[in-house]
């Protein structure tokens, strides 16, 4: 977050230099203006809904993903010799993301959790999933996992859609003719001076919104941390400790 703030302090007193210093008189601006405002209005108008649409389905997959990891948590508590096992899988899975800082460890990196799972899973005998409450809970585990897998995959696809290089040319080509554009507009006033400046932060903080959605980094640099967050109370049974004390209370 800082280092787009910097770049965005800087453009506004290099650009408010600019309006001031420097008067451009063309008798033809309105059509310029009207043109490069509308190309860098349809450019980014379509690629931020593209990207806030990935954007989207990417905050539900590890959603999904989370709540999947938390089912199998707890639906391995039915079987004791084997929770200890899974906790510790959970955990280490979901340590390497806070460590990293990067919610997306195991996209870029090779994972072996689920096959860790399946194999500890896979370890339970006929006699102990035999019970019916635990052979009917043991029906879902498989298609979890599976799920776990699709999951990591859509994950994978959708983190690689980025915006290409001659796609970003459009917007800043759009961008540096929109806010060059401005200052054709003839001012005799500082208002219409601030007003040219404000116009062209806008256009700025709109590629700039562009560029941290397709960098995914709209997520913020604790999102990484918040993700593991709930995952580790539950390993920890830090919810159950707050549910019991809220019926302690009660």
Known sequence: ????????????????????????????????????????????????????????QILEIISATDGEFSFLYRVSGLIPRIQPKVREIIRAHYQKIKESKNWAHHVLNPSVTITMLTKTFGSVTIEESSPPPISAAF?????????????RKKTILFYHQKMLPFQWALIYVSAFLTVFSLNLLPSDSILMDILKIIFGTIVIIAVILLKQLDDLT??????????AHDIFRILDEKDIEELTKIKKIE
Request: aromatic share 24%; no cysteine; glycine share 4%.
């Open 1 to 56: 977050m800082k280092k787009p703030l910097f770049f965005l302090l800087i453009f506004i007193l290099l650009y408010s230099i600019f309006v001031f210093k420097v008067k451009l008189f063309i008798k033809e601006y309105s059509e310029i203006i009207v043109a490069s405002a509308f190309f860098f209005s349809f450019f980014t108008g379509f690629f931020i809904a593209r990207q806030s649409s990935r954007y989207s």
């Open 139 to 151: 029906t879902n585990i498989w298609g979890a996992l599976q799920h776990l897998q699709e999951l």
């Open 218 to 227: 709209i997520f913020g640099k604790d999102f990484a941390e918040k993700t």
